[in-house]
């Protein structure tokens, strides 16, 4: 780690050091290959293994059921939130509920609107999206053709304690945030996806997870790229896909099985490491302001401000001369976020916190 | 070069040492930032300075007018393939023309009738797609909306030798399989894409130059990851692009700059690799039977036969011994492929013309 800093970065973010060293020593040629990742060919066994070990991996993380495929797609989530409406929502009488919790849930809705018709279920623009909502609070239609949720709204920094309840309508969930960094029970859900940039992976890879009878449902008449279907069938390789981010999936994967020990022992250490700055936040009497409302509190994305705009400025000119970078709120909504992703050690947050206390101290008001 | 070998895939391709060996250097961290290019943050100032660099580095090699844009996509050419007809051809009376060379330009035209109407304004099936039209053998309408090519057919083996006069029509280029392999009259062009995988970089990015007034005729009623006039405003940054993939573009186009000199030099020695492989072919009586007629063979993928199965196996068995693989034709066709991308060396393809000639002489018919 010698000149390696702490990046607090909202995705792209860390990455475990071991995948990052096994792509390293790897880089020019694939053992026993004589070929570099970057010039594998997609069609061969070398490429053939590592993409079936990285859904294996997932498998085993996720508990996965056998009756759900597991995609590696390009686009990221923004072409996801095109792609669901235009595989499930075109058509006579259909039409989607959608739960707006934060900016990606609305950026969500608005990209369905081009593909047909949709319906708020619950909106919490009102209360600027500090809380998820409870279940007594949405309005899902028994008739809806799916509804949408995002797990983890990154720039608000909440998460969803567990999935809301849809009844038989299938819950299609955003879960690029906080994808791997807790158990799931997958069986609840008719599309998962992902982008990988935050815990499974670099930017370019995009994880789709998808029920069977769901996909069964599909129309046949879209662009292959587009086409959920023609995309399962062909095992993610209708084209080339992207090889690099796909093998990296694999090294993060193989890493939470092998040196953390799968996914109950993730959460535990993701919740120990949001309790910190958490705590900070409590115990300052308000010189840090949580955005989120405590029981929405996202183990992921840790959302706060200071006081004004100058201690901002200073807090965060600090913390970047501690090796504590990227720790500036999204443009959107500014402050400051601590993303706290599966690779960010615990020495790193340790570290965040300490500075947040010894800040305090030092600029608290009289 | 110890334990790399010659690899003839049609892509993901060869990579110049140069470009692995920097990534490979850097892959813990970028110098300076104490970051890995995998979790850099695509609105970081290191990214923008490398996405920038890319860019800067493509107009350079390929003299792009101002007037075009340069984006980096993800999704391939297959994406392309329905984005140009998304963006192109919804609307009252449009109908696109398509110039059918090969595989590559079916799958195109094909991916276009979800779209709109789309016309054959040559088609080279009926000759086995042996070689590209003249000009005076297309029938390119006046009223088109665009004119669809294929600039290098690397299943089939052949290439146009100069791009076709469209006239007024926009004239839109699938150029993934041989792109910045000799320089480029840009202003012909309505619309240039090329996926990176053979001649750019890894798989997992496409590199897009679109004309400013064929932007500006597009629609603003599509998914934000579907529509140029959105990525072009955004300067590709809608969403997190494939970070990586951009980074070994610009590491790529790097050396074509820096080793190489430049698409003239480039195009010279890349003549000279397909002359010694054609070479043989001409001066083996038959016994490599190449796909192309010689006004269209492609510089890139140099596609012959073998007298029978058994011939083709055994040769590609004494190739593979020799540290030359991925020789095998594409599963549609069949035969022998040696894809001759910029980054195969020169002497990888001597050594390749060496095993042919060697082969011939101890299995020719008495």
């Known amino acids: 780690m010698a000149d390696r800093i702490y990046n607090f970065s909202p995705g792209p973010a860390m990455l475990p050091l071991a995948a990052l060293e096994e792509a390293q020593r790897d880089l020019q040629a694939l053992p026993g290959t004589g070929i570099s990742i970057l010039e594998i060919s997609h069609r061969s066994k070398a490429f053939e293994a590592i993409i079936n070990e990285a859904e294996a991996n997932l498998r085993k993380l996720l508990g996965i059921p056998d009756r759900y495929r597991v995609l590696f797609l390009q686009g990221g989530a923004l072409l996801q ?80 304690p567990n999935e809301p309840n849809a009844g038989n309508v299938p819950l299609v969930c955003d879960s690029s945030s906080d994808f791997l960094c807790r158990p799931l029970d997958i069986s609840k859900y008719g599309i998962l996806y992902a982008c990988a940039q935050k815990n499974a992976g ?86 840090y302001d949580g955005h989120a409302e405590p029981a929405s509190r996202s183990i992921m994305n840790v959302t706060f401000r200071l006081p004004n705009a100058e201690l901002e400025e200073k807090f965060l000119k600090e913390a970047k001369s501690r090796g504590l970078v990227e720790l500036k709120g999204h443009r959107s909504v500014g402050g400051c976020r601590a993303s706290i992703y599966n690779a960010m050690p615990v020495e790193g947050v340790q570290s965040l916190r300490d500075c947040m206390l010894e800040f305090h101290d030092r600029n608290k008001p009289a």
Chains 1, 2 share one sequence.
């Open 202 to 287: 670099p930017a370019g890879v995009t994880v789709v997870i998808i029920r069977d009878d769901v996909l069964q449902s599909m129309p046949t008449d879209l662009p292959s790229m587009l086409n959920y279907r023609e995309l399962a069938d062909s095992k993610s390789l209708l084209n080339t896909p992207p090889t690099f981010a796909v093998y990296m999936v694999k090294l993060v994967t193989d890493w939470l099985l092998r040196d953390i020990g799968g996914l109950d022992e993730m959460h535990r250490i993701n919740k120990q490491k949001a309790e910190m700055l958490y705590g900070v936040i409590d115990q300052c009497g308000g010189f």
């Open 81 to 160: 939130f095109a792609m669901v409406p235009m595989n499930l929502l075109r058509g006579q009488g259909k039409s989607a509920d959608y739960i707006l919790t934060g900016s990606w849930a609305k950026k969500a809705m608005q990209e369905a609107k081009t593909q047909g018709g949709v319906r708020v279920a619950w909106d919490g623009s009102s209360g600027n999206f500090k809380r998820m909502p409870s279940q007594n609070e949405l309005d899902i239609r028994s008739g809806a053709t799916y509804v949408h949720m995002t797990s983890n709204e990154t720039i608000q920094g909440i998460q969803f």
